[in-house]
C-alpha cells in the first residue's frame, strides 16, 4: 500500500509520475493525471528548479489504491516553435467531461522556461486515456494564469480558477458550453491575498475552496474560504488542516479534491525541488460541514 508524504508506485512497481494533478471517474473508473517530471532537475540561472517539459501521464484504477500506468496523454514536443516545446512550461493539467460533445477536455498552465507568458493550454479527446489533442494556447480573458484548477458545478457549468494578477488574486472565469473556451464571464476571490494551487468543491450547496500561499516549491499553510455563490462573496476562514504540521500543509500542497462514495478527499504534492521526479504525494480526507473543514493526516490514504 502506497504511504502518504511518500513517492507513489503504480501496479508495475515503477514511480508515479503525475505530480500537481487530479483524480476523476469517469465511467466507473478513476483517472489520475499529472506532470510527468522523470527528468533531470536542473537549477536555472533565475535560481528556479525544472525538468524540462515531458508531457501529462495518466493512470486508471477501480479503487485508487492500485493504479495503471496509460502513458503520457498528451506529450512533450522536440519541434522548435511548439507551443508544447520540451523547453516551455506544462503544470496541474485538469480533465472535465463534456456530456454535450462527449469529448474529455484538458486544461494546463502553459508557460516559458521564466514563467513569465502565463498562459493556459487546451486540449480534448475522445477517451479518457488520450490521445489528447492540444486546442490553444490562450490567455483567459486577458489575463496571467499561473497555477490553476477547472471545477464542474452540479448543473454542468464548468469554471477555470486560476492565479493571476502575478499570483496577487485569484481570478474564476465561466467556460464555454463546450469546454473549449472562456465566455467572457469571470470574477475573482481572495484579493491580494496572494494565494495559488487552488483546489475547490461542493458540498450541500456551499463551496469550498482551499488553496496555498506563494513560497515556490517550499511548503506553507493552506487557507481554505468558502461562498454560496461562485462568482461572489468569498471569505477566507483559516487553516482546514489539524495535527502536527499542520502549519506547513504536512509539507504538502494542495491540487485538487475529488469524490470517492460519497466522500471528499485532499490531493497534495510533496515537492522535492532538488530532484522533482522524487516528489511525493498524500490523498487525505475532508470533512466538510456547515462552513467548517478539517483535513487530518493519516499515514496511509483509507478510501
Not at 11 to 17: A, E, F, L, S, V
Not at 180 to 206: C, M, T, W
Not at 208 to 234: D, R, V
Request: glycine share 8%; charged share 20%; hydrophobic share 30%.
Amino acid at each position: 500500500m502506497n504511504k502518504n508524504g511518500t513517492m507513489w508506485l503504480d501496479t508495475d512497481g515503477n514511480p508515479i509520475q503525475a505530480h500537481g494533478g487530479m483524480i476523476e471517474k469517469f465511467d466507473g473508473i478513476y483517472y489520475w493525471y499529472g506532470e510527468n517530471k522523470a527528468g533531470e532537475t536542473v537549477l536555472k540561472e533565475n535560481g528556479l528548479h525544472r525538468v524540462d517539459f515531458i508531457g501529462f501521464s495518466c493512470y486508471s484504477s477501480a479503487d485508487c489504491i492500485s493504479w495503471k500506468n496509460e502513458g503520457l496523454v498528451l506529450k512533450a514536443s522536440d519541434q522548435p516553435g511548439s507551443p508544447l516545446h520540451k523547453s516551455r512550461v506544462g503544470e496541474r493539467p485538469k480533465v472535465l467531461y463534456n456530456e454535450k460533445s462527449r469529448k474529455y477536455v484538458m486544461w494546463f498552465h502553459l508557460d516559458s522556461h521564466d514563467y513569465m507568458t502565463a498562459h493556459t493550454g487546451v486540449a480534448v479527446a475522445d477517451r479518457p486515456t488520450g490521445p489528447i489533442q492540444f486546442v490553444r494556447e490562450m490567455c483567459p480573458n486577458r489575463f496571467d494564469s499561473r497555477d490553476m484548477t477547472l471545477f464542474k458545478d452540479t448543473d454542468g457549468k464548468a469554471y477555470l480558477i486560476y492565479s493571476s494578477d502575478w499570483n496577487k488574486t485569484l481570478r474564476i472565469a465561466q467556460l464555454t458550453d463546450d469546454y473549449l473556451d472562456v465566455n467572457g464571464v469571470y470574477s475573482h476571490a481572495f484579493p491580494e491575498q496572494e494565494r495559488e494551487a487552488p483546489a475547490i468543491f461542493i458540498k450541500d450547496g456551499l463551496y469550498y475552496m482551499i488553496t496555498s500561499g506563494c513560497t515556490g516549491w517550499e511548503p506553507n499553510n493552506a487557507l481554505f474560504g468558502i461562498s454560496h455563490n461562485i462568482f461572489s462573496g468569498w471569505k477566507l476562514i483559516g487553516d482546514p488542516c489539524t495535527g502536527e504540521n499542520a502549519r506547513q500543509t504536512y509539507f504538502g500542497q494542495s491540487t485538487y479534491v475529488f469524490e470517492k462514495d460519497g466522500r471528499h478527499y485532499l490531493m497534495l504534492d510533496h515537492w522535492n525541488p532538488s530532484n522533482l521526479k522524487e516528489s511525493g504525494y498524500s490523498i487525505l480526507p475532508v470533512r466538510a460541514d456547515n462552513g467548517h473543514l478539517t483535513v487530518s493526516f493519516q499515514e496511509y490514504t483509507s478510501l
